[in-house]
């Protein structure tokens, strides 16, 4: 590898978290990323950071969903968890949609018959 191409695996010790996953059993997953300072403690200087995640069930298998919610708190990240899941299934559901929409018109034009002399 020359010099431009190594990766660099320096920790970014200014941006280190702690994760606490919160469960209902059910539906709902959401992981609390509190910030700590290079020795472990609590970096009371930012908030913490939380993420909703879940599943759905397809004919194709499960799906998982996930999204960072805009919260403050656990209380507020358990209120903000079932709009912040929709919006990411819709958004999943639209990606998924052009997807196949590019597969359709790719097909299509694959299948075109070219005859020599038109």
């Known amino acids: 590898m020359t010099g431009q191409e190594q990766i660099d695996f320096k920790v970014d010790t200014t941006s280190l978290y702690r994760e606490d996953a919160i469960t209902d059993l059910k539906v709902a997953s959401i992981r609390r ?13 930012r908030s913490p950071v939380f993420f909703g995640h879940t599943q759905i069930l397809t004919p194709q298998g499960p799906l998982p ?54």
């Open 33 to 45: 990323m509190v910030p700590v300072t290079a020795d472990g403690k609590d970096d009371a200087s």
């Open 65 to 118: 969903l996930q999204a960072k919610l805009m919260a403050n708190n656990l209380a507020e990240a358990i209120q903000v968890f079932p709009e912040a899941m929709e919006r990411e299934m819709a958004r999943m559901v639209e990606q998924i949609r052009k997807m196949q929409e590019q597969e359709q018109n790719k097909q299509r034009s694959d299948s075109r018959i070219i005859v020599p002399g038109r």
